[in-house]
């Protein structure tokens, strides 16, 4: 008998962490780009209506927790910069000043 777990539960699994880290990475921009705590711009840049744009939610966290727990915190920060900042940063641009 295997102790690996059913693949379903590895993908939660994976993705419980790959949250995590979207969190610490999108916390640590939204301070460097806003100088201070924009809990609606983390909203926008975490929930699943952004993550959507890259397939089902749960997948894109679990993609960021396979490449922090092969490659680190860096690889996983480096994933999510290539991978999800630029569409945010589009989406970010085309936002009245009003609704920042």
Known sequence: MS?????LEKLRQDAWIGDAVLELYVRSYVLREMGGVDAVMKTRFTCNQFLNCFGN????????????????????????????????????ARRTPARR
């Open 3 to 7: 102790d690996a777990p059913h693949p």
């Open 57 to 92: 939610p749960t997948k894109v966290e679990a993609d960021i927790g396979v490449v922090y727990e092969r490659e680190g915190l860096d690889a996983a920060f480096t994933w999510i910069r290539e991978h999800l900042e630029p569409l945010f940063k589009k989406q970010e």
